[in-house]
């Protein structure tokens, strides 16, 4: 157990579906993170957030929409998703979002788009 | 923009020692990391090393970094079937990882 918890572990979506992926983290860290990690393709970083502010977007499509209200609460919003979005969905945070300091990974959400 | 990359695959047999080897492009890392992650389950930090180091030892885990080459590597000692995992380096302001290299461990 890290101290980071996603939810669900699993999520099969159509392609008009509307989803959201939660994370919650309550070990006082200030800097959350989504990354993509597909069969096909490395880690990918696709967010970053720093005390709730946007400081990475990693030309991610806007069919994936991230929402941090607080230090302790990201999500990402799905909407009209393809097939080739189907991966593990990581969520991370650390207590800075400099790289300066270890962080912590969720399980990751296994999502699948039919 | 930067850029981490690993060697994808190494098979060891158990009690030999394994060397993953990472390298990066990002020189401002103040630490770079290796992570771990075992089939169906997340990643978990392993070890990491300041990048004002050039050895750490931790236990059966010896990191190497060459920040002249920006080269990092992980050394398992005495190799376990146990040890059979994805292996990721990872460094930068945005904590950018490698691919991974997949240990596979026989007995």
């Known amino acids: 157990e890290t101290g980071v918890t996603q939810t669900p572990r699993h999520l099969v979506m159509g392609m008009t579906n509307k989803k959201s992926l939660k994370c919650e983290q309550h070990l006082g860290h200030n800097a959350m993170y989504w990354y993509k990690q597909s069969a096909k393709k490395p880690l990918e970083l696709m967010f970053v957030y720093n005390f709730k502010e946007q400081t990475e977007n990693n030309s991610v499509p806007s069919r994936f929409s991230p929402e941090c209200p607080n230090s302790s609460h990201l999500f990402l919003h799905l909407h009209t998703l393809q097939p080739e979005d189907s991966a593990l969905y990581l969520c991370?945070?650390?207590?800075?979002?400099?790289?300066?300091?270890?962080?912590?990974f969720g399980q990751g959400t296994r999502l699948t788009v039919v | 923009g930067e850029d981490v990359e690993q060697s994808l695959f190494l098979s060891v047999r158990e009690g030999d020692s394994s060397v993953i080897n990472c390298t990066y492009t990002d020189s401002s890392s103040t630490y770079l990391y290796w992570y771990k992650q075992e089939p169906g389950a997340g990643l978990q930090l392993l070890t990491y090393i300041f990048s004002n180091m050039d050895m750490k030892q931790d236990q059966r885990l010896t990191v190497l970094l060459n920040k002249k080459d920006k080269h990092l590597s992980l050394r398992i000692a005495d190799t376990q079937t146990g040890d059979s995992a994805i292996y990721f380096c990872?460094?930068?302001?945005?904590?950018?990882f490698g691919k991974g290299t997949t240990l596979s461990v026989s007995s």
């Open positions: 990872a460094g930068g302001n945005a904590l950018i």
């Open positions: 991370a945070s650390s207590q800075t979002g400099g790289g300066d300091t270890e962080a912590f």
